[in-house]
Structure formats: C-alpha cells, structure tokens
C-alpha cells in the first residue's frame, strides 16, 4: 500500500493567480498520476508524472497551464497557472501498485481549490 | 466511448434498505481490473474493493456485496441495511492492466434517516 500526503487541502486563489499542489508518497512509485474532480463529476486524468521525463497529458490538458514537476521518485508537484473561475475544482494525486490481484490505486486527500 | 458507465446519477434510500448501485463497463482486454471507490463529503477516496477479469466470484463482505457478471460486462454493488454513514458518492472503475484508471460518473447515494 501507498500512503499519499498532499498539501494544501483547500485554498481559495484569485483569478489569474497559480497554485502549486504538492504530492509526497512513503514509498518509491515509478508514475504518479494528476485528476481533476470538477464540482459534481468524476475524475479526469490531467497527467502522468514520470521521474526523469515530462509529464504525460491528456487530451485537453497543456504543460502551460497545467505544468508538473517529479524530481523524485516520492514527490511530485503539479501546477494550475493563470487560473480561472472554470478552474475550481478538486485536484488529487495518485499512485498504483501493480502487484496483480493486488493491483490498486491510492489517492491523496485531495486539495480543494476555489477560484474567485 | 464511456469505458464505463454509473447510470445512476443520484439514489435516495431511507435507512435500513437496501439499494444496488450499477456499473457497466466495456474493454476488449482480457485482462483487467474493476474497482469501486467511496468518495465521502470530505472528498478522499477510499478504495472498496478490486477484482480482476478473471475472477467472477461473487463477494461478500459485511454489508457489502458485489456481483461481477463478464457476460453483461457489469459489476454492481449492493449495500444491504444501509445506514447515513453511507451516503457518499460512489465510482466505479476499470483498468485494462495498463497504467490508466477509467472512472464512472459516479453515483451519488443519500441514506435518509
């Protein structure tokens, strides 16, 4: 199992501002993965962090506005730049554990982010 | 295409019924994972049970019990003699043995005291 710490839990920014979301993990992981949660939908991956290479984006998610760094095996940081009202949602990092039958992904507690 | 779908947007169930949440899902691999999730008001998300492709077991454990049926491609999730400390929304979710985690739109559940 994974245990994941990210900070900040919540916070309310002011447009045009950015925010960057910390995510450390107790174990070595190969990827970490970034969603978006927007109010009353399901998670979206924005991205898969690599250590060592540059983050992976989905279809509709850009470096420029969603930039995100892995120095480490155990940290990741992603960023939301120039944010926006649209941009008020849930972000949560998490790691899987392949292991078979024991395959699973954790999450962070999530950071709750309000744009005003 | 949806990998996988939670028709039910919102349930509504006074305590101590019943109620079973849907899934659906749709993958050509032969080899994957389904998963379901519990998302509670503080917003965390707690892992509730995993099983692979194949594995149709059903399973059983204390109120929950979840029923995998490859021919009709779902894995749904009763919650029996429900009580408030389960409303929360809900996701189900596959993984075809890559890296990716396909989520459901979730299924919003509200036990009425």
């Known amino acids: 199992s994974a245990v994941i710490s990210q900070k900040p839990s919540r916070d309310i920014c002011q447009r045009g501002t950015s925010l960057t979301i910390q995510c450390q993990v107790d174990?070595?992981?190969?990827?970490m993965f970034w969603y978006r949660q927007q109010p009353g939908q399901s998670l979206t991956l924005i991205a898969t962090?690599?250590?060592?290479?540059?983050?992976?984006?989905e279809s509709g998610f850009v470096i420029d506005k969603f930039p995100i760094s892995r120095p480490n095996l155990t940290f990741s940081t992603l960023t939301v730049s120039n944010m926006s009202p649209e941009d008020s949602s849930i972000y949560l990092c998490?790691?899987?554990?392949?292991?078979?039958?024991?395959?699973?992904?954790?999450f962070g507690q999530g950071t709750r982010l309000t744009v005003v | 295409a949806q990998k996988v779908t939670q028709a039910q947007t919102e349930i509504s169930v006074v305590e101590k019924e019943d109620v079973t949440l849907d899934c659906v899902y749709e993958?050509?691999?032969?080899?994957?994972?389904l998963f379901w999730y519990k998302q509670p008001p503080s917003g965390e998300l707690v892992f509730l049970i995993r099983?692979?492709?194949?594995?149709?077991q059903n399973e059983i454990s204390g109120r929950y019990s979840w029923n995998f049926q490859k021919s009709t491609s779902s894995f749904n999730f009763t919650i029996t003699a429900s009580q408030v400390v389960d409303s929360a929304v809900y996701f189900c979710?596959?993984?075809?043995?890559?890296?990716?985690?396909?989520f459901g739109t979730g299924t919003s559940l509200t036990v009425i005291p």
């Open positions: 099983r692979n492709s194949f594995d149709e």
């Open positions: 979710a596959l993984s075809e043995g890559g890296n990716q985690f396909y």
């Open positions: 174990s070595q992981v190969t990827m």
């Open positions: 962090a690599n250590q060592g290479s540059e983050a992976t984006y």
């Open positions: 993958t050509r691999d032969t080899t994957y994972y």
């Open positions: 998490s790691v899987e554990d392949w292991g078979g039958p024991n395959t699973e992904a954790f």
